[in-house]
């Protein structure tokens, strides 16, 4: 945090350094060793309103904007409640930012106040294996059938599936040569991540330390998604995901640069107790502090 805050981002990080502290480093850690979620935790951070951050007033949240919603992850991490990153970011940029800013007066009136409350979690549905983050090169197919749509295809990477409630999936809705540009034919969807014609297996990483945010590979066949369910234009699908995309990059390295202060602060503290032969040395904390 390189620059002065505001009293009000001041106050965001000092009360989420005073909840993750209060809780203690012995609690996250037998969460991890437990492989369980800290599911107190995300109550208290929850009631204090940090997942309603980036979500307006009138939909339960408190209506501030991208600066504070990066200094309260990159405080919540380095307090030492970097377990809740993953969903943190996903929550609040793909469920809270894109229905704020796309979804219908219905869509928003269902989810926003229970995203801002905590209540629900929320997935992505964008990788794909022969596309990666591309969009451009989506190949799940979204067919209009009536007020319908039948979706048929594959996701990889999805984080978040098994405990998700709602899931922001992009289709494309046109084949790439009836388009009018690169851009035009996808669509976005509200999707339920467990309605009929969807299964997701986990993907079988060995970097998963206990407890940490699983990804899933996703199939999708025959999937069958009411109009309603549309975020933003049909067709127009590109825009909602590419105005988030840069919050939700900006978010993971909030949070990744708050892991990193937890991790330096760690070592510093284990060096100024580590003896060495039968003595203290203070050569090592006085150099981690000098990149502190």
Known sequence: MGQELTDEQQMLVDIAHD???DFGDSYFREKRLADEEPTEYIEAIAEAGFFGIPIPIEHGGEGMGMEELVYAIEALSEAGGWLLGSRFTLNTVFGG???SRYGTDEQKEEHLSALAKGKKSWALGVTEQKAGSNMLNTQTFAERD??????????VFNSGLDHADGYTFLARTKKPEEADNRTDGLTVFLVDPEADGIE???????????????????????????ESQVIGEVHGGF????????????????????RGRWVLNQAVERA???EVWGGGSRSVPIRLSSIH
């Open 19 to 21: 909840i993750t502290e």
């Open 97 to 99: 930012i894109v229905l």
């Open 146 to 155: 009536g007020d319908e749509f039948v979706i048929n295809g594959e996701k």
């Open 200 to 226: 997701y297996d986990p993907v079988g990483l060995d970097i998963y330390w206990p407890a940490g945010e699983r990804t899933f590979t996703v199939h999708i066949d025959d999937l069958r998604v009411h």
């Open 239 to 258: 825009k909602p995901i590419f105005d988030v995309l840069n919050p939700e990059r900006i978010s993971v390295a909030a949070e990744h640069i708050g």
């Open 272 to 274: 100024k107790e580590r």
